[in-house]
């Protein structure tokens, strides 16, 4: 049989009967021959203690000492999950990241996977073991622990599935699938049988939640079949009926040529909006603006440079709502004294709102809608960006809702 590999949330891992029922599914599927690696969260909640302790201590903590904190909850969440396999009769082994083990560079909250050496998990499968490792972490070449950052599991799951060379990745979560957007906001919403990698990634990148960004990345890099699914049905039901539920992100694009123009609407609440006024427009201005933000580790999305008068402009771009006070400090400490400019003002109440879909590169029409639907609700667009399957604006957050659910149905998403 194949070589499968599971993830689960920290819903899926919430209780110890979670964590016996995430057993009693992980052990169907071994019975069906496969081989097994299960990459989970750490209880949901677990990650928020651990990091809540921390700032009672020090309302900055280092990040080295941070991860070594906010790490323990997956190691938990493993070894637990051993004991409930073996409690059932099956022979399981649960691996921190360290001990694979899983390289990292040393960006300490923020870290990426360099390399993931397979040999020892390997050996265990090959022996008939269930395989459990931690996700979220890895460690750098010096040795220490770090995180992958918030959602990391995904990540983990997914990159430890193209090392083994796995059939297929299932991400296991507390909805059954990816939908056209989200039903808490829109109940008409639909669960799409298959999306796309771009179309996914596209989704991810602007605020859907049921997949990290950088896990669907490794997908599409590494052409990983992924599969999102709920862990909340019955851990017994038949494997075949559970291996075509959900939703699965496909590369082949011709399965949307007879399908709707768009595929979803996503939607970020956290973004904050930066505007660097009268800055001189000259050459490399973008960089000296931009380059301490990045150097701070800090993610620019959004960017719109004004036109040109007596030779000053206005630069404007969105960062993540939680960086926008760190971004305010490093643009006033380094921006404002070295290049000359007006003011620096911002805006943290402020959402995106976006239409994705690999229908657009054959309809015409789709921005036109989308502005005149907006339109028609009141709503005014602070910021315009696009690429080749996707419409994204900045609007004020009080609308965004309203904005979701006028685009949804003037889409025709509700349409099966």
């Known amino acids: 049989m194949a070589l499968i590999v599971h993830k689960y949330g920290g819903t899926s891992m919430g209780s110890t009967e979670r964590i016996k029922n995430v057993a009693k599914r992980v052990a169907k599927w071994h019975d069906a021959g496969h081989q097994v690696v299960v990459v989970p969260s750490a209880m949901s909640g677990e990650t928020n203690r651990l990091i809540g302790l921390a700032r009672e201590i020090m309302e900055q903590p280092d990040p080295r000492e941070l991860d070594m904190i906010a790490s323990t909850g997956e190691q938990v969440s493993v070894a637990l999950l051993s004991m409930a396999l073996h409690g059932i009769g099956k022979e399981a082994v649960s691996y921190a990241g360290w001990q694979v083990p899983i390289i990292t560079d040393s960006a300490f909250t923020k870290a990426r996977i360099r390399s993931i050496d397979d040999a020892k998990v390997r050996k265990d499968l090959d022996s008939g073991r269930i395989v459990i490792i931690t996700g979220f972490q890895g460690v750098d070449g010096e040795g220490n622990i770090a995180t992958l950052g918030r959602g990391g599991s995904d990540t983990s799951a997914v990159a430890i599935a193209a090392a083994l060379k796995a059939a297929e990745c299932l991400i296991y979560t507390d909805v059954d699938g990816v939908y056209t957007t989200d039903p808490r906001v829109v109940s008409e919403a639909r669960r799409l049988k298959t999306v796309t990698f771009e179309e996914m990634?596209?989704?991810a990148s602007l605020g859907s939640k049921v997949l990290q960004i950088r896990s669907v990345e490794f997908a599409g890099n590494y052409r990983m079949p992924t599969r999102v699914l709920s862990s909340l049905t019955d851990p017994l039901m038949p494997l075949e009926e559970e291996a075509n539920s959900g939703t699965l992100i496909s590369f082949e694009e011709d399965t949307h040529m007879e399908q709707a123009t768009i595929t979803g609407i996503a939607f970020?609440?956290?973004?904050?909006?930066?505007?660097?006024?009268?800055?001189?427009?000259?050459?490399g201005i973008a960089y000296q603006i931009l380059g301490p933000v990045a150097d701070a580790n800090i993610e620019v999305d959004m960017i719109i440079q004004n036109q040109s008068v007596d030779g000053k402009t206005d630069f404007t771009f969105t960062v993540p709502r939680g960086e926008y006070v760190k971004a305010m400090e490093v643009l006033n400490e380094s921006v404002k004294a070295h290049i000359g400019s007006g003011n620096i003002v911002g805006d943290a109440k402020v959402s995106k709102v976006s239409v994705v879909g690999v229908g657009m590169r054959s309809h015409v029409g789709v921005a036109s809608q989308m502005f005149r639907t907006l339109s028609e609700e009141g709503i005014n667009i602070q910021m315009i960006s696009t690429s080749e399957i996707k419409?994204?604006?900045?609007?004020?957050?009080?609308?965004?809702?309203?904005?979701?659910?006028?685009?949804?149905?003037?889409?025709?998403?509700?349409?099966?």
């Open 201 to 203: 990634l596209e989704m």
């Open 268 to 283: 970020n609440r956290d973004e904050a909006k930066i505007t660097v006024m009268a800055v001189p427009d000259r050459p």
């Open 391 to 416: 419409i994204s604006v900045l609007i004020d957050e009080k609308y965004m809702e309203l904005a979701v659910r006028a685009l949804h149905k003037a889409f025709g998403l509700e349409k099966a």
